[in-house]
């Protein structure tokens, strides 16, 4: 790579450990002639000329770090500092090790799509946003909600119940899985439309090429929101449109080590369940 290489580094202010491991790796990198800028929930980095970027947190960080940074389009490597750390491929304490590694850029990229979501109110774009995992529509009070959906502008009908998700194949071991949607290879480019506690038995979770533009409309509610990764959050207007496409750039995650998706989350539901 010609010039100085630039690194961007996200890390979580809400836990204090990553704010000193962020300041040891930032040491250590601009020993290594490396340009480093470092981000927190607090302090947005501006500009998109970085190389790469190095995220330290949990899961929810790394969701962050996606969905701020996806028009970067540069390899993202995931270090777990939380609990799960299910989208991260390496731990903190292993990070010494296979920096070196990563800077050579000796790793392998797991490509995940990624959802590009537009809010259209009165024929204007009022929110445009990506997700990773999954955007959820609900109703702010627990009523029950009607959504209509249309499906590459062809008209599929209404969903009636608490609320519809839809997911990635990355998310598909988040929300939908907990709600009955399926386990989806992560290298498919779909959405999954899963119900939440759907009113209609027969309304089962669907599968959806990526390629087809979804549009979902809240019928008749004055109290509906829709959750973006669990993370952003928009309350909704009767008549607003909520257009889901794939986005234009997925996101590049790097692999330190040998990752198995489904041995992963065969290890990771064992677990929940000798949790619980």
Not at 185 to 212: C, G, H, M, N, W
Not at 216 to 239: H, R, T
């Amino acid at each position: 790579m010609k010039g100085t290489m630039k690194i961007l580094l996200v890390n979580n202010s809400g836990i204090e450990k990553t704010l000193v491991m962020a300041e040891e790796i930032k040491k250590q990198l601009v020993q290594l002639g490396v340009e480093v800028k470092v981000e927190n929930a607090s302090m947005k980095v501006e500009g998109t000329d970085f190389d790469s970027i190095i995220v330290l947190g949990g899961d929810g960080t790394f969701i962050r770090a996606a969905r701020q940074h996806l028009d970067m389009n540069v390899p993202m490597l995931g270090v777990n500092m939380g609990t799960v750390g299910f989208l991260s491929n390496i731990e903190a304490h292993e990070l010494s090790e296979y920096l070196p590694r990563f800077l050579q850029q000796d790793y392998s990229i797991d490509e995940r799509m990624m959802i590009e979501l537009l809010i259209r109110r009165n024929g204007e774009i009022r929110q445009r946003s990506y997700c990773l995992n999954e955007l959820t529509i609900k109703s702010k009070e627990g009523k029950i909600l009607n959504l209509d959906i249309r499906i590459a502008g062809q008209g599929y009908g209404s969903y009636r119940g608490d609320g519809i998700i839809v997911a990635t194949p990355t998310g598909s071991t988040a929300y939908s899985l907990s709600c009955g949607g399926p386990i989806t290879d992560p290298e498919l480019d779909v959405f999954i439309i899963t119900p939440i506690a759907s009113y209609l038995l027969a309304q089962r979770p669907l599968v959806i090429a990526a390629d087809k533009e979804l549009c979902l409309e809240a019928i008749g509610a004055a109290d509906a929101f829709i959750s973006m990764d669990g993370q952003l959050k928009v309350d909704l207007q009767p008549g607003d449109q909520i257009f889901v496409r794939k986005a234009a750039h997925k996101l590049k995650m790097v692999h330190l080590k040998p990752r198995d998706f489904f041995a992963t989350v065969d290890n990771r539901l064992k677990r929940n369940k000798e949790e619980i």
